[in-house]
């Protein structure tokens, strides 16, 4: 006798039938790009993180195991962005993680110019590495675009939009610090162009 009270699991779809975002493989490469390149600049990455953990929670995700057709456990998902946030914890701490807090402009501020430096010094002494050392800047010696905007994925030190407005700005500052002389880079870019919100980011 069946028992009327009995659930059924729905059956799962062929595997040619469901679409290509809503399998494994794909999102899993888009969230594995992200957390590679949170390894070279954590902002950049979000880029690449966000859509990769919407398509990963806002819909079935499956996968093939032995030929058939698998549901992405919700435990896994759960594990996988426990570990996203100390991998990207720790990146922020290994690549300075300092950041300034948002200040208004019409227009971004130069590398040299008095209101980026200042912010420098904030961002340095704020970032969960210059808390952990005590590490402040006392006096900066030079500031400019750097050299190396390969360091952040760049090929410009100036990146602009398609309008030839300045998106971004890529700096490297020499400076003494309460620690010794040493460089330090720093990203200057829109947070919110609209309302004239940017914001500092610096590597040490």
């Known amino acids: 006798m069946t028992n009327p009270d009995s659930v059924t699991a729905p059956a799962l779809p062929?595997?040619?039938?469901?679409?290509?975002?809503?399998?494994?493989w794909l999102v899993g490469i888009i969230?594995?790009?992200?957390?590679?390149?949170?390894?070279?600049?954590?902002?950049?990455?979000?880029?690449?993180?966000?859509?990769?953990?919407?398509?990963?929670?806002?819909?079935?995700?499956?996968?093939?195991?032995?030929?058939?057709?698998?549901?992405?456990?919700t435990r896994d998902k759960v594990t996988f962005c426990i570990i996203l946030v100390f991998v990207l914890g720790w990146n922020l701490m290994r690549q300075g993680g300092g950041m300034a807090g948002m200040s208004l402009s019409s227009e971004l501020p130069t590398c040299e110019s008095r209101t980026a430096?200042?912010?420098?010094?904030?961002?340095?002494?704020?970032?969960?590495?210059?808390?952990?050392?005590?590490l402040e800047i006392q006096?900066?010696?030079?500031?400019?675009?750097?050299?190396?905007?390969w360091l952040w994925n760049s090929q410009e030190a100036v990146?602009?939009?398609?309008?030839?407005d300045?998106?971004?700005?890529?700096?490297?500052?020499e400076v003494i610090t309460n620690g010794g002389k040493q460089s330090v880079l720093?990203?200057?870019?829109?947070?919110?162009?609209?309302?004239?919100?940017?914001?500092?980011?610096?590597?040490?």
């Open 14 to 24: 062929e595997w040619g039938n469901i679409p290509i975002y809503r399998k494994l």
């Open 31 to 73: 969230n594995a790009l992200g957390v590679a390149l949170s390894f070279v600049n954590v902002l950049a990455s979000l880029a690449v993180l966000l859509p990769g953990l919407i398509l990963l929670w806002m819909g079935p995700v499956y996968k093939r195991k032995k030929g058939a057709v698998v549901l992405h456990r």
């Open 117 to 134: 430096q200042s912010s420098l010094k904030d961002a340095v002494k704020n970032s969960p590495k210059g808390r952990r050392m005590q």
């Open 139 to 149: 006096e900066i010696i030079t500031a400019g675009p750097t050299s190396k905007p």
């Open 159 to 164: 990146v602009k939009g398609p309008a030839g």
């Open 166 to 173: 300045v998106q971004i700005y890529l700096c490297e500052a």
């Open 186 to 204: 720093y990203g200057i870019s829109w947070a919110d162009k609209a309302k004239g919100r940017w914001v500092i980011e610096a590597r040490f």
